[in-house]
């Protein structure tokens, strides 16, 4: 059966909003750590993403694996007509969720003094005074956000997670370290900020989903809340182990010092901009990928698959390469002492280019009902380099954390791009890249050879024009490779 043609106007429309509304999310954040730098210090900065990142890694165990589970199930629900179903599944999710992440924040609370003395930062306790009451508010939102995915609510979801945080966070900065300094420490309001930003993302989550399921009737349905955490307990076992975008900095706090962590933090994050691709494309893909497999159409499957890895890859090489080549610039403008990440950023840059060029390996073993593979292997791939990263964090600091986060992260979408093979027989990863890689060298050596004459941003500049440019009939071919796509969808 061929859906009518708006259907694919608008699975087209979602991504080209996906991509743009990501792509702001990475200069946004880079403001949003300009601001923090300028404003409070690396120090401050850096005991504030101590804080946050111990309430990442007991967000993704208070989460219970729920918030990918609602996605899975809800995307179901929509298929079979039954979206009014939805709410029996969201709201004891969001119950068990807030009851566990509740006794997570308390305990966070009263172990904030011995967790400064663990990470020699004094300062944590007062900013983990407002972060604690944080964690249920964030931990919920994941729910409300994924069942927004899963309905339709693309948009929304997208534009809560890669703009409004941003720009809610931004605003919170700028007004309390303006008008807030004389009643709270610097750390003290970066975590208030933290707050009042999680509760106003919550807010427009909530007024979202009621508008998406108000119309709705609640038919029996088919799936139960028990069929829901049965899918999820996998997941929930995954998450026992902490994610890698918080041990890293956890590892390296204990070893080394807050600064360190800024340091590595701002490294951190700006390589992410390579992954905007990725993300945009799995913002939309997750339900497409449910009704493929519910309809048993592999060939589509593995076709939008590759596909979109294929897409992600062409955009994500020359953001690697720009990373690399402005390393120093990008690094030294937050503040002078931040050109200590720069190996940490080139390092970790290269891994997430082989993160790219894999595609959506995880989100289709989640939709397609291999969750227990993708738990089984974090669990060994990250323990292994949680323990790598101590080793390294001891005898090399920054750049040794970063050299294990970057293994762990190869590892690991190796390993799930070859389960996908093994379990679905398809091949999910970029296809047919060779042309772009050789376009990408063409424009470094051209980068080298204007560099001195005009400087490294207008080299650069001239790195992507020759890109595109050697690139452009590539585009062409993959623009009409679209139509033959669409016209075969279920």
Same mark, same amino acid.
């Given at each position: 059966?061929?859906?009518?043609?708006?259907?694919?106007?608008?699975?087209?429309?979602?991504?080209?909003?996906?991509?743009?509304?990501?792509?702001?999310?990475?200069?946004?954040?880079?403001?949003?750590?300009?601001?923090?730098?300028?404003?409070?210090?690396?120090?401050?900065?850096?005991?504030?993403?101590?804080?946050?990142?111990?309430?990442?890694?007991?967000?993704?165990?208070?989460?219970?694996?729920?918030?990918?589970?609602?996605?899975?199930?809800?995307?179901?629900?929509?298929?079979?007509?039954?979206?009014?179903?939805?709410?029996?599944?969201?709201?004891?999710?969001?119950?068990?969720?807030?009851?566990?992440?509740?006794?997570?924040?308390?305990?966070?609370?009263?172990?904030?003094?011995?967790?400064?003395?663990?990470?020699?930062?004094?300062?944590?306790?007062?900013?983990?005074?407002?972060?604690?009451?944080?964690?249920?508010?964030?931990?919920?939102?994941?729910?409300?956000?994924?069942?927004?995915?899963?309905?339709?609510?693309?948009?929304?979801?997208?534009?809560?997670?890669?703009?409004?945080?941003?720009?809610?966070?931004?605003?919170?900065?700028?007004?309390?370290?303006?008008?807030?300094?004389?009643?709270?420490?610097?750390?003290?309001?970066?975590?208030?900020?933290?707050?009042?930003?999680?509760?106003?993302?919550?807010?427009?989550?909530?007024?979202?989903?009621?508008?998406?399921?108000?119309?709705?009737?609640?038919?029996?349905?088919?799936?139960?809340?028990?069929?829901?955490?049965?899918?999820?307990?996998?997941?929930?076992?995954?998450?026992?182990?902490?994610?890698?975008?918080?041990?890293?900095?956890?590892?390296?706090?204990?070893?080394?010092?807050?600064?360190?962590?800024?340091?590595?933090?701002?490294?951190?994050?700006?390589?992410?901009?390579?992954?905007?691709?990725?993300?945009?494309?799995?913002?939309?893909?997750?339900?497409?990928?449910?009704?493929?497999?519910?309809?048993?159409?592999?060939?589509?499957?593995?076709?939008?698959?590759?596909?979109?890895?294929?897409?992600?890859?062409?955009?994500? +090489?020359?953001?690697? $390469? !720009?990373?690399?080549?402005?390393? =120093?610039?990008?690094?030294?403008? *937050? #503040? %002078?002492? @931040?050109?200590?990440?720069?190996?940490?950023?080139?390092?970790?840059?290269?891994?997430?280019?082989?993160?790219?060029?894999?595609?959506?390996?995880?989100?289709?073993?989640?939709?397609?009902?291999?969750?227990?593979?993708?738990?089984?292997?974090?669990?060994?791939?990250?323990?292994?380099?949680?323990?790598?990263?101590?080793?390294?964090?001891?005898?090399?600091?920054?750049?040794?954390?970063?050299?294990?986060?970057?293994?762990?992260?190869?590892?690991?979408?190796?390993?799930?791009?070859?389960?996908?093979?093994?379990?679905?027989?398809?091949?999910?990863?970029?296809?047919?890249?060779?042309?772009?890689?050789?376009?990408? +060298?063409?424009?470094? $050596? !051209?980068?080298?050879?204007?560099? =001195?004459?005009?400087?490294?941003? *207008? #080299? %650069?500049? @001239?790195?992507?024009?020759?890109?595109?440019?050697?690139?452009?009939?590539?585009?062409?071919?993959?623009?009409?490779?679209?139509?033959?796509?669409?016209?075969?969808?279920?």
């Amino acid at each position: 059966m061929t859906p009518p043609p708006t259907f694919m106007r608008s699975i087209a429309a979602d991504s080209l909003l996906a991509v743009i509304l990501v792509g702001v999310s990475g200069p946004l954040w880079y403001l949003v750590t300009l601001v923090m730098a300028r404003l409070y210090g690396d120090q401050a900065m850096g005991t504030y993403f101590i804080a946050w990142n111990l309430v990442l890694i007991l967000t993704g165990v208070c989460r219970l694996g729920l918030d990918i589970g609602l996605l899975r199930f809800s995307a179901v629900l929509k298929t079979r007509g039954q979206v009014g179903a939805v709410r029996r599944l969201l709201w004891p999710a969001v119950g068990l969720m807030i009851a566990v992440s509740a006794i997570a924040g308390v305990g966070l609370y009263f172990s904030r003094e011995w967790l400064a003395s663990h990470f020699n930062a004094p300062s944590l306790p007062m900013v983990i005074l407002f972060v604690a009451p944080a964690l249920p508010v964030f931990v919920v939102s994941f729910g409300f956000r994924e069942t927004i995915r899963a309905l339709g609510g693309i948009k929304a979801s997208i534009f809560q997670k890669n703009i409004l945080t941003n720009l809610a966070f931004i605003i919170f900065l700028l007004f309390l370290g303006y008008w807030g300094r004389d009643f709270f420490s610097k750390v003290g309001t970066l975590g208030l900020a933290a707050l009042l930003n999680c509760l106003v993302n919550l807010v427009f989550l909530m007024i979202v989903f009621r508008t998406l399921t108000q119309r709705e009737t609640s038919p029996p349905g088919e799936t139960s809340f028990r069929e829901l955490l049965w899918y999820s307990w996998p997941l929930f076992l995954n998450s026992l182990l902490p994610a890698f975008n918080a041990i890293d900095r956890l590892i390296l706090g204990f070893f080394t010092s807050p600064s360190e962590v800024a340091y590595y933090e701002v490294a951190a994050k700006v390589e992410t901009i390579i992954t905007l691709p990725l993300v945009a494309v799995n913002s939309v893909i997750p339900p497409l990928i449910v009704k493929f497999y519910e309809c048993g159409n592999m060939a589509n499957l593995e076709l939008i698959a590759q596909t979109t890895a294929r897409w992600a890859y062409f955009l994500g +090489l020359p953001l690697t $390469l !720009l990373l690399i080549l402005l390393a =120093p610039e990008i690094l030294g403008y *937050v #503040g %002078a002492n @931040f050109i200590k990440a720069r190996f940490a950023l080139i390092v970790l840059s290269l891994a997430q280019l082989v993160n790219v060029a894999s595609g959506s390996v995880g989100f289709i073993l989640y939709m397609t009902g291999h969750q227990w593979t993708v738990a089984i292997g974090r669990f060994v791939i990250m323990g292994i380099a949680a323990i790598l990263m101590a080793v390294l964090a001891k005898a090399y600091g920054l750049d040794g954390v970063a050299c294990a986060s970057a293994f762990g992260l190869i590892v690991l979408n190796v390993f799930l791009g070859l389960s996908v093979w093994r379990y679905l027989n398809i091949k999910a990863f970029a296809w047919g890249t060779g042309w772009a890689n050789l376009s990408a +060298l063409l424009g470094v $050596l !051209l980068f080298f050879v204007v560099k =001195p004459l005009v400087g490294p941003f *207008v #080299g %650069a500049a @001239f790195f992507l024009l020759a890109y595109l440019a050697l690139l452009a009939k590539t585009i062409k071919k993959e623009i009409e490779l679209a139509s033959p796509m669409i016209s075969r969808q279920p």
